[in-house]
């Protein structure tokens, strides 16, 4: 007769012999990553490259209702990733650990243009500027007031936030600019700011406060080489509308 511990190693024998049953999203997920190295993120939908952004995070969940969930709630992968922490949380499967790294995404892809504008001449790669700014401000919720400082060479010294409003409005102080580009010896500025609304149309407000920058700033020899207004829909250039 077998006694109770040769039952117990039988049983174990058994199940070890059982295969493992894997997550209906195992084959979806490795089907997903292969098409991506084959064929580029061109062949992937929206919410099927917000996928790929999540496995690592969600290593044990299917992650594809709650990407779908992110672009319902916030439109865009771009929007999704410029959503507040507090805002991501609310979707289920996001937890403030998943968040930060969509966050940490977010400015990696910042980073990576502005790389693109670092140590250029700034006038000659515009293209370059345009899309770092519209990748940094856009989609931000309340509007933001940004300064880039230019040497001699029109090569960028620093970019900063000056200011940070509400949804439609940023209190600008024509003096502190000018006061922070005599600090770091800046002999021109780009004036940036983003419209939370999507329309980057300027308003008269903008177009004042513009002039004055460069009424405060021109004794003093510092050149105001445009104030350039981001947008969801696109970008408008004070220059460009000849308000400069």
């Known amino acids: 007769m077998r006694d109770k511990g040769s039952k117990q190693n039988g049983f174990r024998e058994v199940a070890a012999k059982q295969p493992s049953i894997k997550p209906h999203y195992s084959g979806h997920r490795d089907r997903l990553r292969e098409r991506f190295v084959q064929n580029g993120s061109n062949s992937l939908a929206d919410y099927e490259l917000l996928e790929l952004l999540l496995f690592r995070s969600i290593p044990r969940r ?21 959503a507040p922490i507090e805002l991501l949380t609310e979707i289920d ?23 693109g504008v670092n140590k250029k001449t700034v006038l000659s790669s515009w293209s370059e500027l345009l899309a770092y700014c519209h990748t940094a401000m856009a989609y931000e919720q309340k509007e933001q007031f940004r300064l880039l400082f230019l040497d001699k060479k029109n090569q960028l010294i620093a970019d900063e ?12 102080y024509p003096r502190e600019v000018v006061k922070r580009a005599l600090e770091l010896a800046a002999t021109a500025v780009i004036l940036l700011h983003n419209h939370p609304s999507g329309d980057p149309t300027p308003s ?7 002039q004055k920058i460069i ?3 021109k004794p003093l020899g510092i050149t105001v ?20």
């Open 204 to 210: 008269q407000a903008d177009i004042l406060m513009t």
């Open 215 to 217: 009424e405060v700033a």
């Open 161 to 172: 936030v000056q200011q940070i409003g509400t949804v439609d409005h940023t209190p600008v």
């Open 93 to 115: 499967g996001i937890g403030k650990t998943v968040a930060l790294d969509l966050k940490v995404i977010q400015a990696a892809g910042q980073r990576l243009f502005k790389d």
């Open 225 to 244: 080489h445009d104030h350039i207004i981001i947008g969801k829909e696109g970008h408008s250039s004070l220059k460009g509308l000849r308000f400069i």
């Open 62 to 82: 299917d992650t594809k209702p709650i990407a779908k969930a992110l672009l319902a709630r916030f439109g865009t992968i771009a929007e999704t990733l410029s």
